[in-house]
Each structure stands twice: as C-alpha cells, then as structure tokens.
C-alpha cells in the first residue's frame, strides 16, 4: 500500500456544493470498494509559472472528516516545466518534491467535475480537468474514473482523446446509462454506481423549515444567460423562475430559493446561484412565504437544506442529487441531457423538462408538468 491516493479536483471548499460533495463522497465511495485505507493521505498538484513568486511554493494542507474518520489532504505546488517533463516525455525529476511524491501515489481517481468528461462546457475545460491525467499516465499510475457522466462529445478530436483515457483506466464507474451503449460497442468494461454526492451526509444546522416547504434551486449559469457556450439559450428562464415561485407561494406553501454554486466573496456574474436567488427574490413584488436561503453553507449543509424540502425543483444537477439522495420528490429543469440519464437511473420518470431555448408561451406548460409531479406526491 502507498503512501498516497491522487484524488485529482479534490476540493471540499468548492464554490459549486455539488463539486464539493464530489470531494466529501470520493472519501466514502473509494473506502467502501476497499480501495481507501485509513494511513493514507489524499493528494494532488497545483501546477505554476512563475519561479519567483515565494506564494507559488506554498503547499496547502488541511484535515478533512468524513464518517467521522479524519483524512489529511495535501496539494502540492509544482513549477510547470515538471509538468510539461512528465507529460510530454515521461521524465520524472526524482530530487524535486514532486519527484519523491509522485512514486509514492498508489493511483488518481477522477471524477472532472461529474460531468466534466464531456466537451459540452467548451474544449479548454474538457482538456484541463484531465491535466493530471495526462501527467500521470506518463508514468504509468492506474487511473480510477469516478461515477460521472460519460460525454456528450461535440467534435471528433476530443472523442477520441476521452476514448484513450478510458482505454487506459484501471476502472471506469458511470452513474447513468447515457452513454452504455457507446462503451459496450467499443469494448470498454465498466460498473454502475451512484453519483459520490450520494455518500455524503447531510449535516444539520440551525434552521427553521417550514411545512409544506418548496425549494427551488435558481442557476446563474441560466439566468445570466451569458455562460461560456451556453450563453444565450436561456432568455425566458427568469421569467420561468418568477412564475414557479408565484405559483407555488400563491398555493400557500413557503418557497425556499437555494444556491448550490456561489462564492460569496468573489461571486462570478455569469454563473452564480447567489446572485441569481438575489434577483429572482428582490424581482418579487410581495415575498410573504418566500425565503432566500442567503447563507455560506458547506456542502453537507446544503444538502441538509434541501433534504427538509417537501419538494424541490433544481436546475443544478447535483442540487437535484442532493434531493433524489434524502427522498426529496422532485423536478429537473435540465440544460443537458445529463439530467434524464440521472433521474431515470434513480427510478425517476418523466421528472425533467428541457428548458434550452424555451419560449415565454411554453412556460404554462412547464408549470403544469411541474404541478402535476407536485400532485402525485401529496
């Protein structure tokens, strides 16, 4: 047994909740296949360009608890040229830190994001969360895909790039059937799993939810409507959220508007969730039974959050996780087709609808279908 897992992205302090839960469920999924054991230390590198920058050489270190059993993590600062070396060449430098670390690492286990291993986000983000990867496989560390979505590819090139990998992996989990049919015709063996937000506990907190509560988990990657190939698909979603929030308070149930990818700090105009809520909230001309959950949560918060709801109606999908995992009845408004995979691994059907490109006059028609699944649940 080495010293190290590579847990590539692992990050709990994620602005996106649903990244973060990733991280916080890696841990608990990889110690229940027996490939995680207490002693070992949770790993990755932070690649740099400039030399004599003294903050560049600063290595992060933190202690995470999961299951109530205390993990400690590192990220490793490395200069890029190490990098470049081990990528292009295979060159390992065995006097520099990342020399020593990196043969000490059992293997990398990759989740890119969950649904990252895909060209649907544009090509620079499919190709730097496999950055790793390819250093890695350089020199020969197994790789361990994660339960994630298998594509969509738009362009042939990155297709095949995603085809090498999985070649190379020692094991490729998939949370979905999206893609099955794609891996059995080229011979790739794989397990079905969960998604990892499913391993990670809700953590209790003190608020008050209300009976007959409604979340409502409002995107800004969909309401800026100006997300990196994306933008521009979502212009009637604002209104959709201001319609389903009326029609839900107007029944006499408290609506609750939760972000599940925000930083607080350094909010990111085009894609955060607080922004949005804030918004869609201060759009409403009467707010009574309205609640915007404004708060800098940890991930398993969140989760605890949404796990209280009555119902829930998500745009983000691991906002949507969080529900499907703690018994939340609920409704996907899906920009992907990530989303139906999803839910129809987990029993759900007929529970999304496409909201890409959708009119003001196809709202009504949503609401029913959302209404609808609400009935049924009553």
């Not at 841990?27 to 903050?55: A, D, M, V, Y």
């Not at 990220?75 to 470049?84: A, K, L, M, N």
């Not at 987990?346 to 699944?373: C, H, P, S």
Request: charged residues 20%.
């Amino acid at each position: 047994m080495k010293k190290y897992v590579n847990i590539s992205g692992f990050n709990v302090k994620h602005s996106n909740r649903g990244n973060a839960a990733l991280s916080y469920g890696a841990i608990s999924f990889l110690r229940q296949k027996g490939l995680l054991h207490t002693g070992q230390e949770i790993i990755n590198f932070r690649f740099f360009r400039h030399p004599f920058k003294k903050s560049n050489y600063y290595e992060y270190q933190e202690k995470v608890n999961v299951d109530n059993v205390t993990w400690i993590y590192h990220q490793i600062p490395v200069f890029f040229i190490e990098g470049f070396l081990c990528k292009k060449f295979g060159i390992v430098l065995s006097f520099t830190r990342f020399g020593r670390m990196i043969k000490q690492i059992e293997y990398e286990a990759a989740d890119y994001g969950g649904d990252g291993f895909s060209d649907i986000y544009g090509d620079r983000l499919f190709i730097g969360r496999m950055n790793q990867t390819f250093i890695l496989w350089k020199v020969g560390i197994p790789l361990i895909m994660l339960p994630q979505t298998i594509g969509p590819f738009k362009k042939k090139d990155n297709y095949d790039i995603a085809l090498r990998i999985m070649r190379y992996a020692k094991k490729i989990y998939v949370r979905d059937n999206r893609y099955i049919e794609k891996l059995d015709s080229v011979g790739l063996a794989y397990e079905r799993a969960k998604d990892l937000s499913a391993y990670m506990l809700p953590q209790p907190w003190n608020i008050n939810i209300n009976s007959n509560s409604i979340g409502i988990n409002v995107s800004g990657l969909a309401y800026s409507n100006r997300f990196q190939n994306l933008e521009g698909q979502f212009d009637a979603y604002p209104e959709l959220i201001h319609r389903l929030i009326n029609h839900f308070r107007q029944k006499g149930c408290t609506v609750y508007l939760i972000p599940h990818s925000y930083n607080c700090s350094k909010p990111n105009e085009n894609n955060d969730d607080m922004v949005a809520c804030r918004m869609a909230y201060d759009r409403l001309k009467d707010k009574t039974n309205v609640v915007f959950v404004d708060e800098d949560l940890i991930s398993p918060r969140v989760k605890y959050v949404i796990s209280k709801m009555s119902f829930f109606i998500g745009t983000r999908m691991h906002a949507n996780f969080a529900a499907i995992f703690t018994n939340v009845p609920l409704f996907g408004l899906a920009y992907s087709y990530k989303f139906q995979g999803a839910f129809e691994e987990n029993g759900l059907f007929n529970r999304t609808v496409m909201i890409n490109n959708i009119k003001n006059e196809e709202i009504d028609g949503i609401i029913a279908r959302v209404e609808k699944v609400y009935q049924q649940q009553l």
